[in-house]
């Protein structure tokens, strides 16, 4: 996350001496000031998305206050405007508030007053100015703006989503928990020859095997009892679109052979009519864990696997791909205090180094959470917990004094802010002997310090 620069107050007033005053009182609150005494050479200076606000006195020649407000407004009427008011003018600054001032300081200024409506003010403007950022990122329709990083993990995911959101395949999505699953398919979806039509999900763990037949086929009016209207099911409603069939492995496998046939034929009947629907729609499936094991286990058909598995994209965990978490963490960041109406921390190197060294076994998931976390003002609430590939505890004495000796390294880098000489007289070991265990583990020696 990059050091967030200085938001600029632009403070106009014919009078000079108040005019310095002012500036330097904010100057030394460390704020960033740029003064005019011509309102009219003031107003070539503002834009539309100027990052700060705007102070100005009410009686000024050629232009007054309420001129300049009007003026600003029609450049950016969210720029916060706040006016400067001489001693008893109510009037005057009620006038102004209603124009769409943000705030008004009556003369002589009090400067508690003066730093208490200019830090409200700004924060008022970088919340709004994020979240039209934020909306921004939400309308644009590039990949990258979707799957966010600069990895060679990302970059080929991306690729691959380009390639084949264009084919009319159904396709397989592998991922553990928490790795964007979802999103994936959403992407194949928005960049595919489909996108105008329904986007479907639905968890097949979630549904109980009692309603399952009337989720997914549809019934009719008296198919069974309290069917008391006709329905359209999952497969009807994803027609013309796409049908994400999340958990597939949760799937009852006897519905897995119903699954099969409509797949292969594109038509449905209700439950409770005999009449043939004709479908066109896209199927793609998210599992965890191997595909030729979840068929070892019963809990994936082989035909089924074989049909759905003309392409399949492997999605990696977070620790394989370190180099994209600060950039994801930024993202979710500022996604967080949009929703939350608060402004973006300055992420610190000490938060930098803990994010880093954490393995991240929630994966995107749990980053997306920390990173709210941190918007609000709440420490991290990191839960280690070592998993195999297919998300189950690892087994056996070595995986778990291997993982104890993992978990102590990390908790003395983060209690030592990485300070490697520091860790090591924690830990009660040499420095050498730290790097080695470091290097065993797989813990990176990035933004450590020596």
């Known amino acids: 996350m990059k050091k967030r620069q200085k938001q600029e107050i632009i403070l106009v007033d014919d009078d000079t001496d108040l005019l310095e005053e002012i500036a330097e009182n904010l100057e030394l609150a460390n704020h960033a000031v740029t003064t005019f005494s011509d309102p009219t050479v003031a107003l070539e200076h503002i834009n539309q998305g100027h990052d700060g606000i705007i102070i100005s006195d009410v009686r000024m020649p050629n232009l007054d206050g309420h ?19 001489g001693h008893g003018q109510v009037t005057q600054a009620t006038t102004a508030m209603k124009a769409g001032a943000y705030d008004f300081l009556e003369k002589p200024i009090d400067p508690d007053q003066l730093h208490a409506v200019v830090g409200r003010a700004l924060e008022k403007r970088n919340l709004h100015l994020q979240n039209e950022r934020f909306k921004s990122l939400l309308s644009t329709g590039d990949l990258e703006a979707k799957i966010i990083g600069t990895s060679k993990q990302a970059q080929q995911l991306r690729q691959q989503v380009s390639v084949l959101a264009s084919l009319h395949v159904d ?23 489909r996108k105008d039509g329904p986007f479907v999900a639905v968890n097949c763990g979630a549904l109980p095997a009692s309603l399952i037949d009337s989720a997914f086929f549809g019934h009719e009016r008296g198919a069974f009892t309290g069917a008391e209207g006709s329905h359209k099911g999952y497969f009807e409603a994803a027609d013309g679109g796409t049908l994400f069939l999340d958990e ?47 068929v070892d286990e019963n809990r994936l058909r082989s035909d089924l696997m074989y049909r759905l598995n003309v392409a399949a994209l492997d999605l990696p965990d977070l620790a394989e791909r370190k180099q994209d978490i600060e950039m994801l963490f930024s993202r979710f960041a500022e996604v967080a205090a949009v929703t939350h ?70 908790d003395a880098l983060n209690q030592s802010d990485g300070v490697i000489g520091e860790a090591a007289s924690l830990l009660c070991i040499p420095r050498k002997k730290l790097y080695l265990r470091m290097k065993k583990h797989g813990i990176s020696k990035q933004f450590l310090s020596d």
């Open 67 to 85: 001129a300049l407000l009007d003026a600003v407004q029609k450049i950016d009427r969210d720029i916060p405007f706040v006016m400067i008011t």
């Open 341 to 410: 109406d608060r402004p973006v921390p300055d992420l610190d190197e000490k938060t930098r180094r803990l994010i880093k060294l954490h393995n991240w076994p929630g994966n995107i998931r749990e980053l997306k959470n920390a990173a709210e976390r941190f918007v609000i003002g709440l420490p991290f609430d990191f839960i280690e917990r070592p998993t195999g590939r297919d998300g189950s505890p690892e087994q056996g004495l070595d995986a778990a004094l291997a993982s104890f000796e993992k978990q102590r390294i990390q």
């Open 248 to 294: 597939l492995e949760s799937m009852p496998i006897a519905f897995q052979a119903l699954l099969l046939r409509v797949l292969e034929t594109r038509e449905v009947t209700r439950l409770g009519s005999s009449q043939v629907i004709k479908l066109d729609f896209r199927v793609v499936a998210a599992i965890k864990g191997e595909l030729s094991e979840l």
């Open 171 to 193: 396709l397989i999505i592998k991922g553990e928990t928490g790795t964007g699953k979802d999103l994936v398919a959403r992407c194949l979806h928005e960049h595919s020859p």
